[in-house]
């Protein structure tokens, strides 16, 4: 039979924990940070009468769910018209259509949407290069 004993198991473990809170850490802020540019894209591309409808946009902190080892960001506008002005197939109005392009899309209908597609797979690459950085993997 043959023993090994192992010194400094207990540093191994308390460094690794440490490193898995600096990612979740680096994570939160970089997800937090795309949800900001995602509401400020939604923002420029909401359809516009009055500005009250931009005006609703908000981000909600980051949650970082332990036990799911989940971290998300909510985006969203809270006008009571919003999801329908959002959905519904309308012309859009000479004060929407006379607001700049925002990174080639037009403001109007799925302001939220179009940008949440334009870039599903810049956010997630921003939050691995922001974790690269953080561990040196990178």
């Known amino acids: 039979m043959i023993t090994i004993e192992l010194e400094g198991v207990e540093e191994v473990i308390a460094a690794l924990e440490q490193w898995e809170k600096e990612v979740i850490e680096i994570l939160a802020k970089a997800i937090d940070e795309s949800g900001e540019h995602l509401l400020t894209t939604?923002?420029?591309?909401?359809?516009?009468l009055t500005g009250d409808l931009e005006g609703s946009g908000t981000k909600d902190p980051?949650?970082?769910?332990?036990?799911?080892?989940?971290?998300?960001?909510?985006?969203?506008?809270?006008k009571v018209y919003a999801?329908?002005?959002?959905?519904?197939?309308?012309?859009?109005?000479?004060?929407?259509?006379?607001?700049?392009?925002?990174?080639g899309m037009r403001p109007g209908r799925k302001y939220l949407e179009k940008p949440l597609l334009k870039y599903r797979k810049k956010y997630p690459q921003e939050w691995a290069k922001a974790i690269r950085d953080v561990t040196g993997t990178g």
Request: net charge positive; aromatic share 4%; proline share 9%.
């Open 83 to 103: 999801a329908r002005r959002h959905e519904e197939i309308y012309k859009p109005g000479p004060i929407t259509r006379g607001k700049p392009t925002v990174d």
């Open 42 to 48: 939604a923002k420029g591309l909401a359809p516009k």
């Open 62 to 78: 980051v949650v970082i769910d332990d036990v799911n080892r989940e971290v998300s960001v909510e985006v969203g506008f809270h």
